[in-house]
């Protein structure tokens, strides 16, 4: 079986059970025992898993971590875990710090069952960092993070390879962290660099009370824009292959969307009542999906389509709607969305204005995440 579908089947345990799973010994045997078992680690083998495994530090006699994992006769890895309901970024790691400076690990992971921090020692050797090299999420991950995960198969699992990348993996997601800080809350650092290059005169703060404001709105739009030239690029080429390949006899037409009449909206036919999914509805959709990825990975968002509007679902479920759609007009278009079991239906004029309701989306998310 691939690691993809490893993870799949272990999301699904973890979304089933998670809200049962009270404490720290339960957490290790619903979740963290299978995480490790799908790694290919054997987890009744105590000479690869070793629990509560002991390594004296100084005059502080019989600490425990939770697991040791030994890989090629060498302890390797080490675990710390916590419970499922448990912050990672409160948790007091000393113990983790102080073995994994006593014993040969070269990493170390800290977790709630749900995520997993990767450790290493780049900063300084034989120190374990304070912050992550990796970070992965089994409600929250993308491809690539399966990717990484990987390297700490039983299979994989080779030290120089994944010391070598570490480094360039542990920077490049802090500064995406600190850019995905800027795009949501541009700082007055940013928005003086922008500025600064639109406008000559002396930076006042009446000045920037006229500009700093617009760049927020700014980025979204750029960031709106390359992602609707991709949609649309996308679009292109699946529906040029597939009409590619049917030529070539290899596949049938796939159904085409239909291509609206104007530049507003593609109308549906009331003849015989055919629900067509707009380009207009498959660009609001990719963008919904875009604003919630970093809280529930794509493949769980779907799209819906009826006669009056078209719902963004989580798990393709009409009890976990994400938003619906209302674009069938030509006059005016409308978004649903939705706190707790409450709908409110809110004027757009285009698809770029949902990006307004991004943290609303993201916490909707949540609720399903």
């Known amino acids: 079986m691939e690691m993809q579908d490893k993870v799949r089947n272990l999301v699904g345990r973890v979304e089933k059970h998670k809200g049962s ?21 054997d987890v009744f083998n105590p000479d690869v898993v070793i629990p509560e495994f002991i390594a004296d530090v100084g005059i502080k006699k019989g600490e425990k971590v939770d697991y040791a994992i030994r890989v090629n006769g060498k302890i390797s890895i080490l675990i710390e875990c916590k419970s499922s309901s448990a912050n990672l970024k409160e948790v007091h790691m000393s113990q983790l710090y102080r073995y994994f400076h006593v014993t040969e690990a070269k990493f170390a992971i800290l977790t709630n069952g749900i995520e997993y921090w990767f450790y290493t020692d780049i900063d300084e050797p034989n120190k374990m960092d304070q912050i992550p090299f990796f970070k992965f999420n089994l409600l929250s991950h993308r491809s690539a993070d399966i990717s990484e995960l990987q390297k700490f198969s039983s299979e994989q699992f080779d030290v120089d390879n994944i010391v070598s990348t570490a480094n ?22 940013l928005c003086k660099i922008l500025v600064s290059r639109i406008f000559s005169g002396s930076l006042t703060s009446k000045v920037k009370e006229k500009y700093y404001g617009l760049v927020k709105t700014a980025i979204n739009d750029a960031l709106a824009d390359i992602l609707s030239d991709r949609i649309s690029t996308a679009l292109d080429m699946t529906s040029g292959a597939a009409t590619s390949l049917a030529r070539s006899g290899f596949v049938e037409p796939a159904p085409q969307i239909a291509p609206p009449p104007s530049s507003e909206q593609a109308v549906k036919s009331d003849a015989d009542e055919e629900i067509v999914t707009t380009q207009e509805e498959l660009e609001g959709y990719y963008v919904i999906k875009a604003i919630v990825r970093n809280v529930i990975t794509g493949d769980r968002i779907s799209i819906r389509d009826a006669k009056s509007y078209c719902a963004v679902l989580v798990d393709n479920n009409n009890r976990k709607p994400l938003a619906r759609l209302h674009l069938n007009s030509k006059s005016v278009k409308y978004i649903s969305l939705f706190k707790g079991k409450d709908e409110e239906k809110l004027k757009i004029e285009n698809i770029d204005d949902i990006y307004q309701y991004d943290e609303i989306l993201r916490e909707t998310a949540r609720q399903y995440a």
Request: proline share 5%; glycine share 2%; charged share 25%.
């Open 21 to 41: 799973i009270l404490t720290e010994e339960a957490c290790k045997t619903a979740f963290v025992m299978p995480f490790l078992n799908m790694l290919g680690y």
């Open 168 to 189: 360039n993996l542990k920077y490049s997601s802090a500064l995406k962290n600190e850019f995905s800080k800027e795009i949501s809350n541009p700082s007055d650092e």
